[in-house]
């Protein structure tokens, strides 16, 4: 485990809170776990996390980790895989963690765990979570692929996971748009349109997806604009902690409506 110092210095690099890098750190070496674990063929890495640790490391921070199930698993053997893998990097990296039965949320489609942590600022083991979310069931249309983990911290070691394709995150966060309210969906999605991504797949992979979750793509826009000013009260607190230079909502959500005309034309 980094010592404290280390923080402390990113932290007046980058101009971002000990607290939100401490987890990054933390969550980074849960990726890492996961990589070298048997549960690494298992697991389709995704989300706003993906985005920064695999594809661009200067993005903005996260604060959990999403995952799909790749194969059939027994829920139990899902929690005991990372119960194991927390274990292992107790041993090796010096962290404490806890993963109690009651911080773990069982659902038809999904399980969610929640990991007490102590890393590098040595608070109080309970006081700290990580979520980790598990899909059991998903419509994956693109390939998945291992790729890199980006290496942050000076102690971090090179290993792949397993990985969705940019695409498939973009998707995802145009139902997610849809069935939630979170500013990061918008925020992700924004900087994913002006990315080098192929946007004529897109639209018909938007379809199926909405599809096998039962949403219709064509509100998008729609659902959108009523979110609005949901999206206004909760952007800053959502996001400035984890956003150096945090854009105006406004600006935005004009360039994301914009981009989803020109990219996600599904028609009637």
């Given amino acids: 485990m980094i010592p404290r110092s280390e923080l402390q210095r990113l932290s007046h690099r980058l101009k971002m809170n000990e607290l939100v890098l401490e987890k990054d750190y933390v969550l980074t070496w849960i990726i890492l776990g996961i ?14 996390t993906a985005l920064r640790k695999i594809y661009f490391p200067d993005y903005r921070f996260s604060e959990d980790l999403d995952f ?4 059939k698993v027994e829920s139990d053997d899902l929690i005991s895989g990372l119960g194991r893998v927390i274990a292992d990097l107790s041993k090796g990296q010096g962290f404490q963690f806890a993963l109690p039965s009651e911080k773990i949320e069982r659902r038809n489609d999904s399980i969610t765990a929640y990991i007490s942590f102590v ?6 083991l309970g006081s700290r979570d990580i979520k980790v979310d598990f899909t059991l069931s998903e419509k994956l ?12 911290y000076s102690d971090a070691v090179e290993k792949q996971i397993l990985t969705y394709s940019l695409e498939e995150i973009m998707v995802e966060k145009l139902c997610a748009i849809i069935g ?3 500013p990061r ?16 797949a897109i639209p018909n992979a ?7 979750k039962g949403i219709d793509p064509n509100r998008l ?12 009260r909760m952007w800053k607190t959502r996001l400035a902690h984890q956003v150096k230079d945090l854009p105006h909502l406004e600006e935005v959500l004009r360039n994301l409506q914009r981009n989803i005309k020109k990219h996600v034309e599904l028609g009637d």
């Fill in 180 to 182: 939630r309210t979170e």
């Fill in 35 to 48: 990589a070298d674990s048997d549960l690494y063929p298992l697991l389709a890495f995704k989300g706003g």
């Fill in 141 to 152: 249309i693109f390939p998945v692929e291992p790729h890199t983990i980006y290496r942050d």
């Fill in 68 to 71: 799909t199930v790749l194969e």
């Fill in 206 to 212: 938007l379809v199926e997806k909405a599809e096998f």
């Fill in 221 to 232: 826009l729609e659902v959108l604009e009523k979110k609005k000013p949901t999206l206004e």
């Fill in 119 to 124: 890393g590098p600022l040595q608070a109080k």
């Fill in 185 to 200: 969906d918008v925020y992700d999605l924004d900087y994913l349109f002006d990315q080098n991504l192929d946007f004529m």
